[in-house]
């Protein structure tokens, strides 16, 4: 009995420490890494149509807006990847990272400074040519490898949640199992008390009563035998 409770509170200790880890990594790493991962590539893309619209400006002053615009978009990029960085659990996770880095830097170098004479001198077959050419398919493999950033942690997320499921599972199974052990347990300590002490109690209190009635027939109730000391009271009474 006391095995029992004592394993089954090892399990559940055991139990709500794996749970609390889990837990943990969806709160802190998963769902935080998908987080800056999509929005990472939501920045990125708003950072290209910023170019395109800096391909159709005219004015000094449009030039100037979407070159702030697209300064200010960089900046956050370059804080989300780093937020990123922390949430790495993996050399899987940060051969991703890395490759991603890798290809935005690949897009930033194909767009840069021929990129902007071009555009702010309205040449925007070539501009254009630059956006749709080599800064296109970096951007696409960026795009790609975004992508499985996100499904790699959504993978994470999963697997976190299948496991703290299956632990739970694992403990409420536990639990009810030694709830039943010790329900038939304290059963059959029940039955065992009420045959080997209540009902042989109870026959010597009848034939104690029989007797004090004068009925020297009272005796025959007493039908309990052990090896005990209520048996030897017993006999003693027959």
Do not use: M, N
């Given at each position: 009995?006391?095995?029992?409770?004592?394993?089954?509170?090892?399990?559940?200790?055991v139990g709500a420490f794996v749970l609390n880890n889990q837990t943990s990594k969806i709160a802190h790493e998963w769902v935080p890494a998908i987080e800056l991962a999509e929005e990472m590539n939501y920045l990125t893309s708003e950072y290209r149509l910023k170019q395109f619209g800096h391909v159709i400006?005219?004015?000094?002053?449009?030039?100037?807006?979407?070159?702030?615009?697209?300064?200010?978009?960089?900046?956050?990029?370059?804080?989300?990847?780093?937020?990123?960085?922390?949430?790495?659990?993996?050399?899987?996770?940060r051969k991703l990272y890395?490759?991603?880095?890798?290809?935005?830097?690949?897009y930033k170098a194909a767009t840069g400074e021929e990129f902007y004479l071009l555009s702010r001198n309205m040449q925007l077959d070539g501009a254009n040519a630059i956006l749709l050419g080599k800064a296109r398919t970096a951007f696409e493999d960026f795009q790609v490898i975004y992508d499985q950033l996100v499904a790699f942690n959504v993978e994470g997320t999963e697997s976190s949640a299948t496991m703290a499921q299956v632990v739970f599972a694992v403990?409420?199974?536990?639990?009810?199992?030694?709830?039943?052990?010790c329900i038939l347990l304290g059963l059959n300590i029940s039955k065992i008390v009420t045959n080997n002490i209540v009902d042989p109690t109870m026959q010597l209190v009848e034939a104690a009563a029989g007797l004090r009635r004068g009925d020297l027939k009272a005796s025959s109730v007493l039908t309990y035998e052990a090896d005990d000391?209520?048996?030897d009271l017993v006999r003693n009474t027959k």
């Open positions: 009995y006391t095995i029992g409770l004592i394993a089954s509170a090892i399990i559940a200790i400006s005219s004015t000094e002053e449009q030039f100037s807006t979407y070159e702030k615009e697209l300064d200010e978009i960089s900046a956050r990029i370059d804080e989300v990847a780093e937020e990123y960085v922390a949430t790495i659990t993996s050399e899987e996770d890395d490759e991603s880095i890798r290809l935005w830097e690949e403990v409420l199974i536990s639990v009810i199992a030694t709830a039943v052990f000391e209520i048996a």
